[in-house]
């Protein structure tokens, strides 16, 4: 069955500095993966995709995911985090029927 | 981007009644609804996927006769929790996907946030 790990439960970074979000998946074939970003009172909202092709995706916002086969691998990267984008980040895959699976998400604190 | 909105945001009930979520979506037509659950400082759990029209098919260890779901327009779905108790309390989401859409994209709910005494 598809999964998503998120090892990092917790990840603080200094205003200003780069962020790194790691995301493993397990899935057989080509995967669907999804990242998104839940802020209090406030729906998921979608960050980026990866379908196929490059497998460095451009998202919103300046956030970033490379697709890596090799370490089935989608990590979420920013070059400089903004104090506002302290929230809690989720990675997810596609598991069929139009399904997602989430992992358990990382809550991003940013410290000033 | 497509909006869902979820009422009510909170509640509160007492143990043995039940409780009613609603879930729109609108500026769309959601041809499929999800429900999930979260708990605290925990993943979203997919309860059960709703087409339009159709039952409701729950995931494995969802008591289907406690969540009830409904999906009777393309822009409404509604989850029921029945006899409700203080185990039942977490924070509910529901999210929206339309047919010929982008393949597994989803439109999230602010989600609801029940509480059971």
């Known amino acids: 069955a598809q999964s998503v790990t998120q090892p990092d439960i917790h990840i603080t970074v200094s205003e200003g500095a780069s962020l790194e979000l790691r995301c493993n998946y397990s899935y057989g074939a080509t995967p669907y993966l999804f990242w998104y970003v839940q802020s209090p009172g406030q729906g998921l909202q979608l960050l980026l995709k990866?379908?196929?092709?490059?497998?460095l995706v451009q998202g919103i916002k300046g956030f970033e995911a490379e697709f890596k086969r090799s370490q089935s691998s989608f990590n979420l990267r920013k070059p400089s985090v903004h104090w506002s984008d302290a929230a809690e980040y989720f990675c997810?895959?596609?598991?069929?029927?139009?399904?997602?699976?989430f992992g358990a998400g990382t809550i991003l604190r940013v410290k000033s | 981007g497509a909006v869902v909105s979820q009422h009510p945001s909170w509640v509160i009930c007492k143990s043995g009644t039940s409780v009613k979520i609603e879930c729109r979506s609108l500026d769309f037509q959601a041809t499929t609804m999800f429900w999930y659950r979260q708990f605290p400082k925990q993943s979203l759990m997919l309860m059960a996927t709703?087409?339009?029209?159709?039952?409701?098919?729950?995931e494995q260890g969802v008591e289907k006769d406690k969540f009830l779901i409904n999906h009777a327009s393309l822009t409404l779905s509604t989850l029921t929790v029945t006899s409700a108790h203080p185990e039942d309390s977490s924070f509910y989401i529901c999210?929206?996907?339309?047919?010929?859409?982008?393949?597994?994209?989803?439109?999230f709910g602010p989600g609801t946030r029940l509480t059971v005494t």
């Open positions: 709703s087409n339009e029209g159709s039952k409701a098919t729950y």
């Open positions: 997810a895959v596609g598991a069929g029927g139009n399904k997602l699976v």
């Open positions: 999210s929206g996907h339309t047919s010929g859409g982008v393949r597994y994209e989803q439109y």
């Open positions: 990866y379908f196929s092709g490059d497998t």
